[in-house]
């Protein structure tokens, strides 16, 4: 493992691309169970624990996806070659180790969280398995890694309350309704991967306006249910706003899902709404008055 600038790159890519939003969602999360300002401690302890199992899981993934990759024309190391596939296992093994270790001095309910997220980040890529081939478990099995990362938040605290709960329900659907519009970029690449996506299976533009009806369902139920969860006006008004924006921006992929660029600007549109979309929980916990 000599190119050590090219797999801390490989790193810093996994984090920023995809992993943050899972990491931010952890870190709010031990916000919301806190009620109020956590831990250091702890809140340094939930934060390497999910940074580890979901830069782990990308990268693992990445090795797995190695041939799919290339035919999309990811701009990777992995993909490109710069880092081996077995180089970026290892990687991932270690991050894996580190974090399993590191969740099994904290707590029983980190330590389970953090296996359950680990199981599902190796089985959704790896064969004979790959939940990524079968058709609607992979939209669930990467919805749950919201759900999951919101968890583990409360998990390291000790609080599993209903309003994590409610915080890791509404990322599970918002990622579960925005997964067809994520597999716009990567359409090529997953049909040779067998991929079983919706917007394979059924169409990008089933997929788009699946994306529209699981929002608008979502900003009904951010509108009707809030007050029984314990959250302030704040986390309905911020969450029915985003969720507007979420969907114009899938109404305006209806006539441009062929131009993979404008697909991944508005992929990267969403996981920047998803931040503001985190911080209304927290928002929402805090007393007003």
């Keep these: 493992m000599g190119n050590y600038k090219e797999i801390l790159r490989l790193i810093k890519v996994r984090f920023f691309e995809r992993s943050i939003a899972f990491v931010y969602a952890t870190v709010i999360g031990t916000f919301v169970a806190s009620k109020g300002i956590p831990d250091i401690r702890l809140l340094f302890y939930a934060l390497l624990v999910i940074f580890c199992l979901a830069v782990g899981t990308y990268i693992f993934n990445d090795v797995q996806d190695y041939e799919v990759d290339r035919i999309n024309k990811v701009d990777r190391p992995i993909a490109i070659g710069s880092v081996t596939r077995k180089q970026g296992l290892i990687v991932s093994i270690i991050l894996f180790s580190f974090g399993l270790m590191l969740s099994a001095l904290i707590n029983l309910e980190t330590l389970l969280t953090s296996l359950v997220i ?170 007003l008055f």
């Excluded at 709960?165 to 918002?174: A, H, K």
């Excluded at 997929?207 to 006006?233: E, H, M, R």
């Excluded at 706003?241 to 979420?246: A, D, G, R, V």
């Excluded at 920047?272 to 927290?282: A, D, E, M, R, V």
């Design 118 to 287: 680990t199981a599902l980040g190796i089985l959704y890529s790896v064969p004979p398995v790959r939940l990524r081939n079968r058709f609607l478990i992979v939209n669930i099995v990467r919805s749950s890694g919201g759900f999951l990362s919101s968890l583990l938040g409360g998990a390291v605290i000790g609080n599993i309350s209903p309003q994590i709960i409610f915080q890791g329900f509404m990322f599970f659907m918002l990622i579960f309704s925005g997964t067809p519009i994520f597999d716009l970029p990567d359409l090529m690449g997953d049909k040779v991967g067998r991929s079983k996506s919706l917007s394979i299976v059924y169409g990008p533009k089933f997929g788009i306006k699946f994306s529209i009806a699981g929002w608008s369902v979502l900003t009904v139920l951010a509108i009707l249910s809030f007050p029984y969860f314990g959250f302030n006006v704040i986390t309905p008004i911020m969450l029915t706003s985003l969720l507007l924006i979420h969907i114009w921006l899938a109404y305006s992929l209806l006539s441009r899902w062929r131009d993979v660029n404008y697909c991944r600007d508005v992929c990267k549109k969403i996981i920047h709404l998803g931040f503001f979309y985190q911080l209304s929980f927290l928002l929402g916990v805090l007393p």
